[in-house]
Structure formats: structure tokens, C-alpha cells
């Protein structure tokens, strides 16, 4: 089987879910804001990071291109206005803060490129190997020190001081990180771009009940009607707040002694994996992060009869 740092995490988390998901390829209908969120500022990163590698790409215009590619997105998914204004603001931002800086700096050598990996036991050369795969966001070169790093984009509600020291020992990263080495024969660590969604909420009017309601039960009668914020009103209001703290780069690189135990259990989980006949359910996670999206699946006892508007089966490709 061939495995990705999401299929690994996913195991890790449940392996019942893990098999649903990568197994039988059985997904939910209904997709998650979050992760269509997530999607259009992506997009919008990856258009960024690509218009870089040009040296003649002029900064006004990349945000420009940055918008379009981010507002086709937006469309495909059916994003909500208020959440397009959220990822429009952070990518100006992020123009903003980073733009001149890495165009001066680095080389672009790779945008959003595949990348296929063997895994091998540390202890020994000649027992199983299993493939990995995964994408990168970036990989670029830094001009002063020849130093290749991953570049690593990532969305988030919250970013707690936990999320970002996490950083240090993620799966993905270390994945990563290991395909750069294999194929650069050096990689110093990896760029992570951590990007909070902004909490704010667009404003809205008050309906001619909710006004009248309001006036009677002020004393004087003199009451102003609360009017809605226009989509360039909430966009302005959202671009004035986000700053470096919604935009938070952290350049990571492993300690020797992690980057060792990743290779030993990576290799120990691959292995788990591919030799797992029953997919337990770990139901202590059900829960954690809101409902898991299995839950009525699993609840049905694995069987989609009945369910066929809540989930479907994809191809793995
Ligand atoms: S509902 Fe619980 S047991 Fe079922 S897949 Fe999700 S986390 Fe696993």
C-alpha cells in the first residue's frame, strides 16, 4: 500500500477510519468549510510561490493573479463571500509581508510537485520497503547559504503555542523533508507557513421587526437602525487586523536524534499498516475534533445501505 503523511495521521488517529477512508475509498458527501477554506488560500499561496520563481514577476500583479486564482477556487467550492473576503485578506497580507523579502532571497526550485519515496528499516537494508508519496508545497533553494528547504503551508483556526511546537516533530515535515534529501541530497529543514483564519463576522442589518422591537423598548425612542457592512466594508475591516499574527513563519530543523527516530517509526508504522488485518475503532477519538465524519457509518456497522446520501465511493485516483 502506498501511503501519505495524511493516510499515516489518519491511522494513527483511527485505523477504522483510516480504512473507510484510504482502504474503500468511501468518502462523505458533504465537504468541510475548513477544509474549502483551506483549498482557496492554497491556491492563492501556490500561484504566489509560482509567480516567484520568475524573476521579472512583478509584485502588484502576482497579487492580482493571486486573487483570481483564489477567487476560481472560491467558486468551485461554493465558498461563502465572507470567507473569500477572509482568504483574499490574508493572501494580501502575506504579499505584504513576504513577497520582496523571499523573491530577493530565494530560488524557487519546485512548486506543488509529487514525490514518491522508499522506506527501508534503518536496522537493516534488507528487510520490507514501503512507498511514500506526498506533495510538496515548495521546495526552494536560499541564494546566500545553497541551502534547500521545504515549503509548508498550512491553515489553521487556532494556533496555540502547543500547534506551533508540534512543528518540531511532525510527520509530514520529516516526510518531506526525507524526499528532499533523497533527491537534492540536502534539505536544511522546512519553511512552515501557518496561517490563522480570522475569526470576524460579517455584520448584518436589523430586520424592521428586530428595529421596531429595539425602539420601543428604548426609554427615549430615539434609536438608530443598525445597518449590514457591505462585502468591501467587512473586507477592509478583516484586512486592517490581519498582521504577522495571523501569518506566522516558523524555519525548523529537526534535531538529529528526531530526525533518527522518525526514520525508525516510520519505517515501524509502514510496516503496522500493511500488515493490519482488523481496523479497530478507536473511539476515544470520535469526538476530538467535533463529530467524526464516519461516525453514522460506523454506527450502521460499516454498511453504506441507507447512508448513500451522506457518503460515496471514489477512485483512488
Ligand atoms: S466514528 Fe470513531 S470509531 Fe468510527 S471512524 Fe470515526 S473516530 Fe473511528
Known amino acids: 500500500m502506498v501511503l501519505s503523511a495524511s493516510s499515516i495521521n489518519s491511522f494513527q488517529t483511527c485505523q477504522r477510519m483510516f480504512y473507510y477512508d484510504k482502504v474503500k475509498h468511501i ?4 465537504k468541510s468549510d ?5 483549498s482557496v488560500v492554497h491556491k492563492g499561496l501556490e500561484c504566489i510561490f509560482r509567480w ?7 509584485k502588484e500583479a502576482v497579487r492580482q493573479y493571486a486573487f483570481q ?4 477556487e472560491a467558486a468551485e467550492r461554493s465558498l461563502s463571500q465572507e470567507d473569500l473576503c477572509k482568504a483574499k485578506a490574508l493572501l494580501d497580507a ?8 523571499d523573491k530577493a532571497l530565494f530560488d524557487v526550485v519546485e512548486v ?3 514525490f514518491t519515496n522508499e522506506v527501508r528499516s534503518p536496522k537493516s537494508k534488507s528487510g520490507e520497503c514501503y512507498t511514500v508519496q506526498g506533495y510538496w508545497d515548495a521546495v526552494i533553494r536560499n541564494r546566500m547559504t545553497d541551502e534547500y528547504w521545504v515549503i509548508e503551508h498550512k491553515t489553521a483556526g487556532v494556533v496555540t503555542d502547543g500547534y506551533l511546537q508540534r512543528v518540531n516533530i511532525d510527520l509530514q515535515s520529516m516526510m518531506y523533508i526525507e524526499a528532499v534529501k533523497q533527491k537534492y541530497g540536502s534539505c536544511a529543514g522546512v519553511i512552515y507557513d501557518v496561517i490563522k483564519k480570522p475569526k470576524h463576522e460579517m455584520q448584518t442589518g436589523e430586520t424592521d421587526e428586530e428595529f421596531e422591537a429595539r425602539k420601543a423598548a428604548s426609554k427615549t425612542g430615539r434609536v438608530k437602525r443598525k445597518v449590514g457592512e457591505s462585502l468591501t466594508e467587512f473586507y477592509n475591516r478583516v484586512r486592517a487586523a490581519v498582521d504577522d499574527g495571523y501569518l506566522i513563519r516558523q524555519m525548523v530543523t529537526p534535531r538529529q536524534e528526531i530526525a533518527k527516530e522518525f526514520k525508525s517509526e516510520l519505517y515501524a508504522t509502514c510496516r503496522q499498516i500493511n500488515h493490519t488485518k482488523t481496523f479497530c475503532k478507536c473511539t476515544c477519538n470520535c469526538l476530538k475534533y467535533g463529530t467524526c465524519e464516519y461516525m453514522d457509518l460506523c454506527c450502521n456497522a460499516g454498511n453504506l445501505y441507507g447512508l448513500e446520501d451522506k457518503y460515496s465511493i471514489d477512485a483512488p485516483f
Open 27 to 30: 468518502h462523505p458527501t458533504e
Open 34 to 38: 475548513a477544509l474549502d477554506f483551506g
Open 52 to 58: 516567484l520563481a520568475f524573476e521579472q514577476s512583478e
Open 69 to 72: 486564482d483564489a477567487l476560481t
Open 94 to 101: 502575506y504579499i505584504d509581508l513576504y513577497f520582496d523579502e
Open 112 to 114: 506543488e510537485k509529487w
